[in-house]
């Protein structure tokens, strides 16, 4: 207080400050200055009188008495103040706004544009993520709802999982498993399906293939556990007795044309040609977020007896498969702990303990919703997402979103300063801070509407982009309530987002110095502020430039990476699964050896590929037993030289019908303790086959090759003959000089032959290039590569379309300056250096902090390759260096520009 | 006709006004009442009680001119208006007509 007061700022203090500051705030506004103004004057008075100390108190007594903290002033009839969201207003609001959005059209362009790229990118992102976590939402008892899941122990010790279980457990667990509702085993077929129909007094026979995981052998119970809507017939009739198929509505469309559904029950289905089935149900397709895409149900009680339930193994015990299954509805108020405490009893009291197969084996419940998800428990029928990409994008979609939010911040702050002269009047016109904020509200609200339906043109242009991440059942429809909702909560976010800071930063000019025009650009908070959200923007693109190199060369790196064999020219195709018969195999062979194309043909599955099959093979080596899982290749002596695997001791493998030899890999010689690969040859390994344990010779060691991907290590493995379960071929094309249409020559050829052979095969002939086989590997990276590519060039456009913008802002501020340089003798170079050094350094900057965290990021995401290329420096120089390139191009259309301006114009500027 | 009524502590105040004339204000009121009864006077209570008159209608106020003194802060000027004179004269009615209606011998004890 005393300093505020001329008279007395001699020796005299004044009262208690924190006293008369609280007298300030918390006295009643109607006649705080006069109180003010009287306590000074009686506090002079009081120290005249009764001395220093006694005033003191008396002010400090009689500010408590007067503070009125809660009262509010009464005065408001005496001026009309101005409602904040009065109509007249927000009118004028919008028609400012529309007028400086046409007014500014470069930029309303920039930030228009950008900003419908980063909501376009989060709706799309939205989409699909929202779809993936819908899947089997709309199951009603999905809480209560699991699948019996199987587990195993290696000889390691290593847990595995599998979607299935024994085929005759279900039955067993639904007797001696309580708190479960209902149970129903299933089996996943594929089968070729035909029907037949009376047409001109002949009968037709149309017939489909089913691949693609569309046939349910189920009990009846599965339409307990799964609702789904029922056309014709019901879930408590269908399925009870052998030979009945439920059918969905598409399935019976297709299958019988349009007709109406009563006509189609009691026809009759025809699978694989031997099992006779009549409808008695349709049901409803279940909606596209689900992967239950199953359309035939065929009764369990059809495969109970004969030749089926040898071929569906319904009594194996130790056999499990991962399309054997068993779907549960636990009990209302059962927890899935409650059940699992059960089954390790189950499987104790079933399972022969002393069978080595037995031991570690375990069940456990899946629930519903994990079954998209979970990629340890992979089955045949579900199209499975990667979680961790999901929340990827996710990230992704809130980047690009900031980094649109970010142009718009900058661009707002930087030209706000053409507005100071428009905030200043109004300001003296009496327009409070909040309603000038809720102006510049409005003006980011009207860009980001636009931007908004600008996006919502976009989203299906980059659906298609992202078509290989786009789930086929996936339906983009723009009228869904859920989807309205989120793009209007993203516009609104939106607005806030970019709008508030601007807003706040323009509104806080003081009339005296707007009107006079004191505020320049360079006002240092602003400033700052702008300088570290244009690092931040080029640092989220510079990390997606390094994560989309890096991912890139770590593809080239998996593709072009010698896998220890060869794989070019390579045809690889199977024969009919039904056939066992050798003769035919072998027909087939010989004949396609005849061909003058073909260089060598093997049967034998390929050497690397995508699931497998182990062993458990023991060797005992004098003092110890070593008990491994070993991969197995069931081979002929074609093998190593179509491959041209490299045999490093002992000889090839010769053809046999049954095992009668071993020829190992290298890993595995050293596994078993070999020093050189030499003396593993001879040696015996015990080999349990169908007919009991074999003592069999290693006649070879091979070289290593990559069996799997190359996430995975290199794992022991053993080469054997056993022609008669191997279905796989493969032939080796004399590739020399040949054009493509050569090899669709060979292939058409070797089609006819095999038509020839399997003449009644219901199983097309289907060859594979195993170049290609090896590329569909790594189809995740693929898909994951393309996505960052996608982001990388959002992020990049729209970084890029703030730096020109802001570039060209900078260069009109500073036209005067130019001009007079250039009259001063500056050259062209000087001036445009001078123009984009500002800008160049930012990128720097932001290049030195993107590169650690890129770094660390891309570190984590190799971790999942066993084989992966080193991230080196050159790596972050070249991305480096692309992204002061690319920055240098767009800031330096402005500043050349503005550089080759005549003086004589530009000193004109007013 | 309702009644006005006015307190021991309003009636003073009122009047101190109306002796200020043209320079009543919250601090000349108190240091006037200080002065002409010798006793201690809060400033606060003659502040509220200044408030509350101005609310009964029985004062006016208008803010004065800013000076350099009390920190630039004006005064805000108290008069009494024709509603307050009235209050007053009432008050001065029914004192005067109880001591009209003092018995003689009860004057004669109090010394007149």
Known sequence: MSDKEPARKDENPGPPAWAAKLLSRLSDPDSQEEVQGDLLEMYAYWRATLGERKARWKYIGNVFKLLRPFARTKRSEDYQKTYLFSHDMIRNYFKIGIRNVVKNKGYSAINIFGLAIGVSACIVIYLLVNFELSFENFQADRDRIYRIASGFQNAEGVESKNAGLSAPMPASIRQDVTALESLAACHVWSAKATVTSIGDKKEIRRSWKNDDAEILICEPEYFQIFRYDWLVGSAGTALKTPNEVVLTQQEAEKYFGKMPLQQVLGKRVYFSDSLVTTVTGVVKDLPANSDFRFKNFISFKSIEGGNWRKEFQLDEWTNTNSSSMAFVKVAKNTTASQINRQLPIFLKKHLDQKDEWNVGRSLSLQPLADIHFNKDIQDNFSRQAHLPSLYALMGIAVFLLLIAAINFINLATAQSITRVKEIGVRKVLGSSRKSLILQFLCETFIITMVAVLLSVCFVHPILNMFEAFVPKQFIFNIFDPELLGFVALIAFLTSLLSGLYPAWVISSYTPVSSLKSQISAGQSRTVLLRKSLITFQFAASQIFILGTIIMAAQSRFMLNKDLGFKKDAIIHFYTDWHDSELDKKEILLSKLRQFPEIERVSIGSTPARNGYSTNRISYFDGKKEIKLDVHRRAVDDDYIPLFGLKLVAGRNITNSDTAKEFVINETYAKKLGFKKPEDAVGKLLTYSSGKGDLKLPIVGVIADFHLQSLRTSIQPLYLLSENKYERAVSVKIRSNGKSAAEFKAVLAKMEKTYKEVYSTSEQDFSPSFFDDTLAKFYEKEARQAQILNTATGIAILISCMGLFGLAAFVTQQRTKEIGIRKVLGSTIYQIVGLLSKDFLRLVVLSIVIASPIAYWLMKKWLEDFAYRVDISIWIFVVAGVASIVIAILTVSYQSIRAALLNPAKSLKVE | ?112
């Open chain 2, 1 to 112: 006709m309702k009644r006005t009524f006015l307190g021991e502590f309003e009636e003073v105040i009122l009047l101190t006004v109306a002796v200020l004339d043209e320079d009543a204000y919250a601090v000349s009121v108190t240091q006037e009442l200080e002065k002409k009864t010798g006793r201690t006077v809060g400033f606060s209570a003659v502040h509220t009680t200044l408030q509350r008159l101005e609310e009964k209608g029985f004062l006016s106020s208008t803010m004065g001119g800013a000076t350099a003194e009390r920190g630039g802060r004006r005064k805000r000027f108290f008069t009494v208006t024709a509603f307050g004179r009235k209050a007053l004269q009432e008050a001065r009615q029914v004192r005067e007509e109880l001591w009209n209606a003092l018995p003689p011998s009860m004057l004669q004890l109090m010394g007149e």
